[in-house]
């Protein structure tokens, strides 16, 4: 859990992303360690602990539901995953992502998904979920969010 607490300590949370996940953790127990404002979309990201994204998210989206009434927002969650391919990947779901590529130091990251018919979920409606990924990807390794991508046929 050390890494976690790594990525907690390289960004700036504010008041305010700091009240939101203290609402989360009185609400759900769930833990938080990373909360973005997104007043583009009226909603809240949180990034979620390993393993708590069951009480995160609560029976039938109860929690989700609460936190909602309470902050008056869309609350969205992201499991937090060691691995960052994984974690980019959760970024996405319910997209099927096949593969995340991190480029080199200034090329930005490609995410590959199955089949054409999952691009328009990975993007989101009006772009939502891809520009959450841009966000979090922004924040948590200093990258960019290329488009979504489909293998080639040769590749298949």
Known sequence: MDSIDKYAM???IGFKERRYIEELRILTRATAFDCLIDDRFE???YVIKPGDMG???GKNGDNIKKMSRVLGKRIEMVEFAENREQFVANM???AEVSAVQFGADDEPVTVIVPEKGDVGIAIGKNGSTIEKARQLVQRFYGKEVD????PEEEDL
């Open 147 to 150: 488009d979504i991508a489909i």
């Open 92 to 94: 996405f779901k319910p």
């Open 55 to 57: 009480l995160a998210i």
């Open 10 to 12: 390289e960004r700036t």
């Open 43 to 45: 909603r809240i990201i």
